[in-house]
């Protein structure tokens, strides 16, 4: 059936991570290439105790067909949270929930973009989104990070040269980058997108994982009304689940509604009912403190790692939360190269020119801290460090 | 926002179907008109058990993140059972696990259907595939059902002066209608698909549901290689869990994957893990023996019910499976107008005029029997002909 497929399949990559999550799978390999949280993050007996109970309780209606926006308890529970953390006042009828945040991207691309349509992106720029837009066939603009958040300059250049329909952030922890959005780049960014028709996606899986600094606002604090926020439970609660949600103005929402009863119906309820009933009868703050401090001893243990074996040449970001550190090689000098090599040295991670949309990255890399122990992340950077020092030796 | 939303959703109409079921919320009224199955048809108790069994077990696999095409073992476990049930030869990686199977529509129409694109479908025809493969922009070409099946004559000359890509079919026990191909409708299908480019999907969701008559072949069994088939856990496990399949030939499983990576990374794994161990330790055939069980005695009722009550102008299907019955009043008689009548009575249906993309089914309507037990059956059935009297009445 090769020659029936559609143009947008075409434009889709044969995904680079898919293909280097099948050389980790190696249990020689320490890898820091997936995106996958601690497991001993998981409450697994906590929710084991509540996936019991509300099959006891009302199995037939926890087994049943449910409502395509999700279990109304839930999207009330997202709500009060966004207030009580946030200071956002967002209804419950303004959050419709998704099998991960992916798939709120997915319902965000099938509701707005048009062939050709432009869409804004951090450079890098988070793969799932990548993904999930380009089967729709946008045109993307990439715009540059700086260490404190996208290079707003050349997004209002970018901003006023085309006609850009979405933008896409993560200004908490960015995936891949691991950088953070400082209050000021919150500020002018609030000031660009004001009187804009530009729809601002602020996709936001990690801002739970905070433990560095301080919680900043939210996009939607500044822009109540022109800002998609999603959310996810995938690092919070446990990402097997697959639970996230979106949050829109309810113009946005009744579109969405129909994408998503056309994409699946509904998000699986059983998930819906456990996740509930375990913010129920849990803690949900004092587990996310738990998480928090699992992932800063894992990003301490790869900071000082890194300080320790790195040549000085390599820079690498410091992230205050979330699951990843960047790293840029000295100009010239190929990550490609460097993950085929060490493959070798049995440790893996990803090539950064899988966060570009254009040609650029091909001398950083993106390590994933939160998936390993603190011997394995010593050792694994140790061996990651002689390929580097191989490589750059190479140069001279 | 309202300026800036994608062409394809000015395609979408709102869902009739979704605003029947607010209508329907009232507990006065029986409603014919979900298609939900029976909850006395879940195994809440044993799903209970190999819940708690995986997470105590496994527990931090099973919330952990997973592939994309779905948990291996499950993957075998459909395999072998085609191959026991139906003699038909898939591979394991010939199958993907989707969000029930309206998730395997949308991802053929992503992985398919450019705009404008032929779609060749069942008329009337399955509403949940009509919604998916509308949000891509296809160009529906209905082709009228006979009582056994489509009217093979009119699929030919359609496929003869248009080029269809696509088309759909629901073989057994057809949602809405109630109809069962023969044997012979399924060999003229074959015949006819033998040669041609056409993608065909068979849409087998009720198919273990069978409570008279004999099993048929699959078209996958006469066309092996040219056909999609897709399957779901909804009705023979539970809907809650949203848990379907796609099985097709392995270069489009290639870009199936893509997609579904694209739409949500991967489906609930919890689920995939209950289900996959629900299988194990229980006898799914003696499951689905009681559930068939079930769907008889409603049907049964339900005809009796008919045949006792309404005019005998009234037609009506009698299904050897699945959960529907198709009404057809005498011409001229409108059921949009029944329904609002039958609103006064609480008793509701979808009318079928929602099952067709073009002008048609104006005096058809819907009915639901595996949602309710004799006694509303009965009730709602007297109460629907007593309406149906007086509208008849009025044309006089």
Redesign the interface.
């Known amino acids: 059936?090769?020659?029936?497929?559609?143009?947008?399949?075409a434009n889709?990559h044969?995904?680079f991570i898919?293909e280097i999550l099948k050389v980790t799978a190696d249990p020689k390999v320490i890898s820091f290439a997936?995106?996958?949280?601690s497991?001993?993050s998981?409450a697994?007996?906590d929710?084991?105790d509540v996936?019991?109970k509300v099959?006891?309780e009302d199995?037939?209606?926890?087994?049943?067909?449910?409502t395509?926006e999700g279990y109304l308890p839930l999207r009330e529970y997202i709500a009060e949270r966004y207030s009580e953390r946030k200071g956002l006042e967002v209804d419950p009828d303004e959050i419709l929930i998704?099998?991960?945040s992916?798939?709120a991207l997915?319902l965000i691309a099938?509701?707005?973009?048009?062939v050709g349509?432009r869409v804004a992106i951090e450079r890098p720029g988070y793969l799932?989104a990548i993904?999930?837009l380009?089967?729709?066939e946008p045109m993307f603009i990439p715009v540059p990070l700086q260490q404190d958040g996208i290079d707003t300059d050349l997004l209002e250049k970018a901003l006023d040269m085309n006609e850009i329909?979405l933008f896409h952030t993560v200004v908490n922890f960015q995936n891949p980058s691991g950088i953070t959005y400082s209050k000021q780049k919150r500020l002018e960014l609030a000031e660009i997108f004001k009187d804009r028709?530009t729809?601002l996606v602020e996709d936001d899986p990690y801002g739970e994982l905070r433990f560095a600094g301080e919680d900043l606002p939210s996009l939607s604090n500044y822009l109540p009304g022109n800002v998609i926020l999603l959310g996810s439970f995938?690092k919070i609660v446990?990402?097997?689940?697959?639970l996230g949600w979106i949050c829109a103005?309810e113009?946005?929402m009744e579109?969405v509604i129909?994408?998503k009863?056309?994409?699946?119906?509904?998000?699986?309820?059983?998930?819906q009912r456990?996740v509930y009933q375990y913010l129920c009868d849990h803690d949900i703050d004092e587990h996310i403190a738990k998480v928090r401090e699992i992932y800063r001893n894992q990003r301490d243990q790869m900071v000082s790692s890194i300080e320790k074996h790195f040549p000085e040449e390599v820079a690498f970001t410091r992230p205050e939360g979330g699951m990843f550190l960047w790293v840029t090689l000295p100009e010239g000098v190929s990550s490609l190269r460097l993950f085929d090599l060490a493959g070798g040295e049995n440790v893996a991670f990803v090539p950064g020119s899988a966060f570009y949309v254009d040609d650029g990255g091909k001398n950083t890399l993106r390590l994933n801290f939160s998936n390993s122990d603190g011997d394995e992340i010593e050792e694994g950077i140790k061996r990651l460090a002689k390929v580097i020092k191989d490589l750059l030796a190479e140069r001279k």
Chains 1, 2 share one sequence.
């Open positions: 059936m090769n020659n029936l497929f559609a143009n947008r399949m889709v044969k995904s898919r997936g995106g996958l949280p497991p001993q998981f697994v007996k929710l084991a996936a019991t099959l006891a199995g037939r209606n926890v087994l049943q067909y449910s395509t998704t099998n991960g992916q798939q997915d099938k509701v707005f973009l048009n349509d799932g993904q999930a380009s089967i729709f329909k028709e729809i995938s446990a990402p097997g689940l697959r103005p113009d946005v579109k129909v994408a009863q056309a994409s699946d119906l509904h998000s699986n309820y059983l998930s456990i």
